[in-house]
């Protein structure tokens, strides 16, 4: 029982490891990586959007690119990391 129990475990939190990455041709972007990381390995982004709390200040941005017809959208904290990554089609 307990075997069954670590196997579920560590694999709910490899699934949530890899939740936050995305790769570009042969090189990867994770959460926790600098802006300066993600325009060295994805270039520019095509779209910047600015994030902002309900009183105006800036939280973040989220930075959109637009590859090969799917939408991945970064989501940078005010630090310059990334907080989220997202996927759409």
């Known amino acids: 029982m307990r075997k069954t129990i670590l196997c579920l475990t560590l694999l709910l939190a490899s699934a949530a490891a890899f939740a936050n990455t995305y790769n570009f041709g042969n090189r990867v972007v994770s959460s926790g990586d600098s802006i300066g990381r993600l325009v060295e390995i994805a270039g520019k982004p095509d779209l910047v959007t600015p994030i902002q709390n309900e009183y105006g200040a ?23 990391k990334i907080v989220a990554i997202s996927e759409s089609r």
């Open 58 to 80: 800036q939280r973040g941005e989220k930075w959109t690119y637009f590859r090969n017809g799917k939408t991945i959208v970064f989501t940078i904290d005010t630090d310059g």
